[in-house]
């Protein structure tokens, strides 16, 4: 359970430091920061027919040097860590003003990169000078709290189901945030940098369970904390402008849990309970005797009583007999044998996920 003292669901407004230094230390699943990028922008950008681009050239994205930048992102890195569980992670996104120098020093303090990915924009904004690349990506950096760090979380089957039942990539096509979803104010965007619920809807997704802490240190309109709702997440947001907590909290506000049955995902296969093949034949769900194929019939195989397979070629355990019958050195038996039904082969693992069902 989150420690009672934890001030959960709320949007705080202050310095994001102070206030993650208050909190009770290592009680938070998940930080996700999107911190000034540090843009270094000088004067103002237009475009070709003259007119100003909505630029971000706010006050809070603004430092004296890159050595004032780096004192500020050691200082937060630090309180984060210290709200992080030991088997929690960060996520930080930037762009390339700042996330090279904020990896340098995320691994100094000596979190441990699990995976760059690179979200690659769908609608980019033009580079309207011509004198570069359109910048059509952003970098994410996801961290385990150590090197040693063991047991956080990762979704990967909600993952590979989310990508047509393809194990996820590291660069994400998601397209930035654009209209009816980019919140206004006096019909002017209401925060310069607002990110897709897309994007977060992944990081949440990939990340964390239900009931979880998700800290946003920088929450700007409240992406984080509205994505985490959605998904019967907890989340704490720290904000400096009051302005935007406000927004923050009328957008939050406006969220509904999604139901129980909605917010499974696919779960683990380790995390499964193991389920031998004899315990399919002493239940009957597999006579002894029974003949399994594999899915093309180009190889057969008897149960015999222990569970074990024979056929004419060896005997042994159903991955044994499949990487034999094949000339392999190894095979997942539970995805090579099929039983007959009906006229049909079916996997043979569909009664292992039914006996699963059972066990649970």
Not at 174 to 183: N, V, Y
Request: proline share 5%; charged share 25%.
């Amino acid at each position: 359970m989150p420690d009672p003292k934890l001030p959960l669901d709320q949007v705080i407004v202050g310095d994001c430091i102070a206030e993650m230094d208050r909190l009770p230390p290592g009680q938070v699943d998940v930080v996700f920061a999107d911190p000034p990028y540090n843009l270094q922008l000088e004067g103002t950008l237009h475009r070709p027919n003259n007119s100003r681009v909505d630029a971000v050239d706010d006050d809070w994205d603004r430092f004296d040097s890159f050595g004032s930048y780096d004192n500020f992102t050691r200082a937060w890195l630090t309180a984060a860590r210290r709200a992080l569980k030991p088997n929690g992670t960060l996520w930080v996104i930037g762009s390339y003003h700042n996330i090279y120098r904020v990896g340098a020093i995320l691994q100094d303090l000596g979190f441990w990169v699990l995976n760059d990915v690179v979200w690659r924009k769908t609608n980019p904004m033009p580079n309207f000078r011509g004198k570069r690349f359109t910048n059509a990506h952003e970098t994410l950096l996801w961290c385990a709290a150590d090197r040693d760090a063991k047991g956080y979380t990762f979704n990967y089957e909600a993952m590979k189901a989310l990508n047509d039942d393809v194990q996820m990539r590291s660069d994400w096509l998601i397209p930035i945030c654009s209209g009816a979803e980019r919140l206004k104010r006096d019909g002017e965007k209401a925060h310069p940098t607002q990110k897709p619920e897309a994007l977060l809807h992944r990081v949440l997704l990939a990340s964390t369970n239900r009931g979880d802490v998700v800290l946003d240190p920088f929450f700007g309109s409240g992406t984080t904390g509205a994505v985490a709702r959605r998904f019967g997440r907890r989340f704490i947001g720290i904000e400096q402008d009051a302005g935007y907590a406000g927004i923050a909290r009328a957008r939050i506000d406006a969220v509904e849990t999604l139901a129980d049955d909605v917010l499974e995902i696919t779960p683990s296969k380790r995390a499964q309970p193991r389920v031998p093949f004899g315990w399919l034949v002493e239940r009957g769900m597999l006579a002894a005797g029974a003949v399994l194929y594999d899915q093309h019939r180009r190889h057969a195989a008897r149960v015999r009583a222990d569970g074990t397979l024979i056929s004419a070629e060896t005997s042994g355990s159903i991955h044994q007999v499949g990487a034999a019958v094949q000339g392999l050195p190894a095979c997942n038996g539970w995805s090579f044998w099929c039983f007959e039904h009906d006229g049909h082969l079916v996997s043979i693992d569909v009664l292992r996920q039914k006996l699963r069902a059972e066990l649970h």
